[in-house]
C-alpha cells in the first residue's frame, strides 16, 4: 500500500496530503467526541511534518481542552483533526481520507464512556482510558 494518503472535508475547502505510514485507527468513545460528532470518533494519526493542508485559512481549531484542539472546516463543520498541544503528531478522522485509504482498526479507547445505545463486538482491544501509547487531553 502506497504511503502517501489525501483527503478532504465534506465541501472540499479544507484538503490535506499525508506522506509516511499512518497509525491504526483508534475508536474514541469519550464524551467530548461523542458529541462533537454524535456518535464515536474514527482517527489515524501523522506526524506534523508529514502532513500538508490547503485551506488552512477555512480550517477552524476549538481548544477542546487547556491541553488539545480539534480542527474543523469554517464552511461544512466537518471534523477533521484533533491536535494535542505538546505532540508533534496529529489524529486525522479516518473517515476524511480518499478511497482507497488502506486504514483498519487498532483499538477502542474511553469505553467506559461510550454511548449505550451502541455495543463494541468487532474484537479490537478495548481500554476503559486510552492506551500506554496514546497520550490524550486527559493524561
Not at 103 to 121: A, M, P, Q, R, T
Request: contains cysteine; glycine residues 12%; hydrophobic residues 35%.
Amino acid at each position: 500500500m502506497d504511503d502517501n494518503h489525501s483527503g478532504s472535508c465534506l465541501c472540499g475547502a479544507v484538503r490535506f496530503r499525508t506522506k509516511g505510514p499512518l497509525r491504526g485507527v483508534v475508536y474514541c468513545h469519550c464524551s467530548q467526541c461523542r458529541r462533537q460528532t454524535g456518535h464515536f470518533v474514527a482517527a489515524t494519526a501523522s506526524k506534523d511534518a508529514d502532513i500538508e493542508i490547503e485551506g488552512a485559512d477555512t480550517l477552524a481549531w476549538y481548544g477542546a481542552s487547556d491541553v488539545a484542539k480539534r480542527g474543523f472546516c469554517r464552511i461544512c463543520g466537518s471534523l477533521l483533526f484533533w491536535k494535542h498541544n505538546e505532540l508533534d503528531t496529529i489524529s486525522i478522522m479516518a473517515g476524511s481520507f480518499d478511497k482507497p485509504s488502506g486504514l483498519s482498526g487498532e483499538s477502542h479507547i474511553f469505553v467506559g464512556d461510550k454511548g449505550d445505545y451502541y455495543s463494541i463486538d468487532d474484537g479490537l482491544p478495548q481500554f476503559a482510558l486510552s492506551t500506554p501509547s496514546i497520550k490524550v487531553a486527559g493524561d
